[in-house]
Protein backbone atom coordinates (compact mmCIF):
# COMPACT_ATOMS: atom_id res chain seq x y z
CA UNK A 1 0.00 0.00 0.00
CA UNK A 2 1.05 3.77 -0.87
CA UNK A 3 1.90 5.93 1.77
CA UNK A 4 -0.35 8.64 1.63
CA UNK A 5 0.86 12.17 1.33
CA UNK A 6 -0.16 14.91 4.16
CA UNK A 7 -1.68 17.13 1.35
CA UNK A 8 -3.78 13.81 -0.10
CA UNK A 9 -5.09 13.27 4.06
CA UNK A 10 -5.63 16.61 4.13
CA UNK A 11 -7.73 16.69 0.80
CA UNK A 12 -9.65 13.66 2.20
CA UNK A 13 -10.06 15.48 5.48
CA UNK A 14 -11.80 18.76 3.73
CA UNK A 15 -14.50 16.00 1.52
CA UNK A 16 -15.75 14.72 5.39
CA UNK A 17 -19.03 16.00 7.04
CA UNK A 18 -18.51 17.08 10.81
CA UNK A 19 -20.21 13.87 11.89
CA UNK A 20 -17.54 11.79 9.30
CA UNK A 21 -15.06 13.62 11.22
CA UNK A 22 -16.30 13.13 14.65
CA UNK A 23 -16.25 9.14 14.15
CA UNK A 24 -12.42 9.50 12.69
CA UNK A 25 -11.56 11.11 15.83
CA UNK A 26 -13.18 8.66 18.18
CA UNK A 27 -11.42 5.98 15.95
CA UNK A 28 -8.13 7.50 16.19
CA UNK A 29 -8.61 7.93 19.64
CA UNK A 30 -9.35 4.31 20.58
CA UNK A 31 -6.71 2.65 17.74
CA UNK A 32 -4.06 4.72 19.82
CA UNK A 33 -5.02 5.58 23.20
CA UNK A 34 -5.34 9.21 22.83
CA UNK A 35 -7.13 12.18 23.08
CA UNK A 36 -8.02 15.00 21.05
CA UNK A 37 -7.14 18.34 22.10
CA UNK A 38 -8.24 21.41 20.43
CA UNK A 39 -5.43 24.02 19.88
CA UNK A 40 -7.05 27.33 19.15
CA UNK A 41 -4.48 29.31 18.16
CA UNK A 42 -6.10 32.21 15.95
CA UNK A 43 -4.82 36.05 15.40
CA UNK A 44 -6.78 38.29 17.02
CA UNK A 45 -7.83 40.13 13.62
CA UNK A 46 -9.45 36.35 12.58
CA UNK A 47 -11.79 36.62 16.33
CA UNK A 48 -13.02 40.17 15.50
CA UNK A 49 -14.17 38.77 11.77
CA UNK A 50 -15.67 35.91 13.00
CA UNK A 51 -17.67 37.98 15.53
CA UNK A 52 -19.17 40.43 12.57
CA UNK A 53 -20.17 37.66 11.04
CA UNK A 54 -22.50 35.79 14.13
CA UNK A 55 -22.21 33.91 17.42
CA UNK A 56 -19.34 31.57 17.82
CA UNK A 57 -21.26 29.46 20.26
CA UNK A 58 -25.30 28.14 19.75
CA UNK A 59 -27.03 25.30 21.27
CA UNK A 60 -28.55 22.80 19.30
CA UNK A 61 -32.11 22.01 20.13
CA UNK A 62 -34.51 19.13 19.93
CA UNK A 63 -38.20 20.64 19.83
CA UNK A 64 -40.24 17.80 18.87
CA UNK A 65 -40.39 14.47 16.93
CA UNK A 66 -42.00 15.26 13.89
CA UNK A 67 -43.19 12.64 11.46
CA UNK A 68 -39.88 10.47 11.95
CA UNK A 69 -39.30 7.29 13.47
CA UNK A 70 -38.41 7.57 17.33
CA UNK A 71 -36.13 4.83 17.00
CA UNK A 72 -34.39 6.90 14.04
CA UNK A 73 -34.37 10.04 15.72
CA UNK A 74 -33.09 8.18 18.95
CA UNK A 75 -29.87 6.58 16.91
CA UNK A 76 -29.03 10.08 15.14
CA UNK A 77 -29.29 11.72 18.75
CA UNK A 78 -26.78 9.00 19.67
CA UNK A 79 -24.22 9.23 17.19
CA UNK A 80 -24.29 13.09 17.62
CA UNK A 81 -23.82 13.01 21.34
CA UNK A 82 -21.83 10.10 22.05
CA UNK A 83 -23.83 8.62 24.49
CA UNK A 84 -25.44 5.45 24.64
CA UNK A 85 -28.32 4.02 23.63
CA UNK A 86 -30.63 4.64 26.80
CA UNK A 87 -29.11 8.18 27.81
CA UNK A 88 -30.03 8.98 24.48
CA UNK A 89 -33.68 8.06 24.51
CA UNK A 90 -34.14 9.83 28.47
CA UNK A 91 -32.51 12.79 26.07
CA UNK A 92 -35.43 12.28 22.88
CA UNK A 93 -38.04 11.83 25.93
CA UNK A 94 -37.37 14.54 27.35
CA UNK A 95 -38.61 16.74 24.61
CA UNK A 96 -37.71 20.36 24.48
CA UNK A 97 -33.96 19.23 25.17
CA UNK A 98 -30.80 20.60 24.58
CA UNK A 99 -28.83 18.20 22.19
CA UNK A 100 -25.38 19.86 22.30
CA UNK A 101 -24.14 23.00 23.68
CA UNK A 102 -21.38 25.29 22.58
CA UNK A 103 -20.73 24.30 19.37
CA UNK A 104 -19.57 25.90 16.31
CA UNK A 105 -22.38 27.09 13.96
CA UNK A 106 -21.25 24.87 10.83
CA UNK A 107 -21.01 21.85 13.38
CA UNK A 108 -24.91 22.57 14.75
CA UNK A 109 -26.47 23.02 11.25
CA UNK A 110 -24.30 19.33 10.10
CA UNK A 111 -26.25 18.16 13.22
CA UNK A 112 -29.24 19.47 12.19
CA UNK A 113 -29.69 18.56 9.17
CA UNK A 114 -29.31 14.71 10.32
CA UNK A 115 -32.03 15.25 12.78
CA UNK A 116 -34.19 16.62 10.49
CA UNK A 117 -33.25 13.39 8.14
CA UNK A 118 -34.39 11.57 11.11
CA UNK A 119 -37.71 13.09 10.95
CA UNK A 120 -37.10 15.52 14.16
CA UNK A 121 -37.95 18.76 14.48
CA UNK A 122 -35.25 20.76 16.17
CA UNK A 123 -33.53 24.82 15.97
CA UNK A 124 -30.10 26.09 16.81
CA UNK A 125 -30.15 28.90 19.24
Do not use: R, W, Y
Request: net charge negative; with cysteine; proline share 3%.
Amino acid sequence: MAKLTNEEIIASLKEMTVLELNELVKAVEAEFGVTAAVAAAAPVAAEEEEAAKGPAEVTLILKGLGTGSKVAIIKAVQSITGLGLMDAKKLVDAVPANIKEHISPVEAEEHKKALEAAGAECEIK
